[in-house]
């Protein structure tokens, strides 16, 4: 059962992911760039990648630095190994997901453990309150089985985080109450999905096609979506194909945003601290 929504929200606009590459040559899709960051707040990136082509991703992520947010990393298909200076270690697999809280500092490494066939997923950067940015790091793998789903004839959610139609989600988070759903529809149906009117959503399709209040949403398209003054939620419309696609949703935080490449603070003084810092080897 899922929530009514009598005023759904409009789609404001359309965005096209940029071609990058990232880490060891890792090539991939920039859907939520730099720009976007105030207009979606608290969502800084988020990156697609897949490919059949090993060449494409198996340099993987060697170690790096965060600080300041979180990344959630998810993963369609391929093995990937997670490694940080913080202790943690895990295996991230088909349909399983990787909440790291990078907080005052972490080093960590995401490579393949696989030397072919396909690897696909996304990672989404979620800003944390200026009062928890130096708060101690924090991580948490939770396999394809530890993702609830919400299931019936035509359509089925796997709630990563929030809540949809009762069923709460594998994470939780209280100031920006993030909402992260990936939905599966089959061709023709349709789901509703209840947001808080004034958090920030936007919907990623990555398979088949969408309509959202007559607007179409093709693959690899994201649709951001309005403020709508008494707006209530969302309503998604498969297209003629199985549709799958990522629904995001969070609590803006309102805060300055100050990044420097994997830093991301209030300031300008504490992005130079950070950097500081690593430089120091004090975030290992």
């Known amino acids: 059962m899922t929530t009514p929504v009598s005023q759904p929200r409009r789609v404001e606009r359309l965005v096209q992911g940029r071609a990058t590459s990232d880490g060891d040559g890792v090539k991939l899709t920039r859907v939520l760039t730099h720009e976007l960051q105030l207009r979606l707040d608290p969502f800084l990136m988020l990156d697609a990648f897949g490919s059949d082509e090993a060449a494409d991703y198996i340099g993987g992520f060697p170690s790096h630095p965060h ?7 998810y993963m369609i298909a391929g093995r990937m190994r997670h490694k940080d200076s913080a ?7 088909d349909g399983g997901v990787q909440w790291m809280t990078a907080g005052r500092g972490v080093i960590h490494s995401e490579l393949p453990e696989q030397e072919e066939g396909r690897m696909e997923g996304f990672q989404l950067w979620l800003n944390l309150p200026g009062r928890d940015k130096l ?7 939770f396999p394809a089985s530890a993702i609830p789903e919400v299931v019936t004839e035509t359509a089925t959610v796997r709630v990563i985080a929030g809540e949809h139609a009762g069923v709460k989600g594998a ?4 100031a920006t109450q993030p ?10 149906a349709s789901l509703a999905q209840a947001l808080p009117e004034g958090h920030h959503a936007f919907v990623y399709v990555y398979r088949g096609s969408l309509g959202i209040a007559g607007t179409e949403v093709a693959r690899q398209r994201m649709a951001i979506l309005a403020q709508q003054a008494g707006s ?22 309102r ?30």
Do not use: S
Not at 87 to 93: K, Y
Not at 275 to 284: I, K, M, S, W, Y
């Open 67 to 73: 600080r300041g947010f979180e990344t959630i990393t």
């Open 87 to 93: 202790g943690h270690e895990g295996l991230l697999e």
């Open 135 to 141: 708060c101690e790091p924090w991580y948490q793998d």
């Open 171 to 174: 994470m939780q988070r209280d």
């Open 179 to 188: 909402l992260y759903l990936d939905v599966h529809l089959a061709p023709g």
């Open 232 to 253: 209530d939620g969302v309503v998604l419309q498969a297209g003629t194909e199985p549709t799958r696609a990522l629904l995001i949703a969070g609590r803006p935080l």
């Open 255 to 284: 805060e300055p945003i100050a990044q420097y490449g994997p830093f991301v603070m209030n300031t300008q003084q504490e992005i130079f601290q950070a950097v500081e810092d690593f430089r120091a080897g004090r975030l290992a």
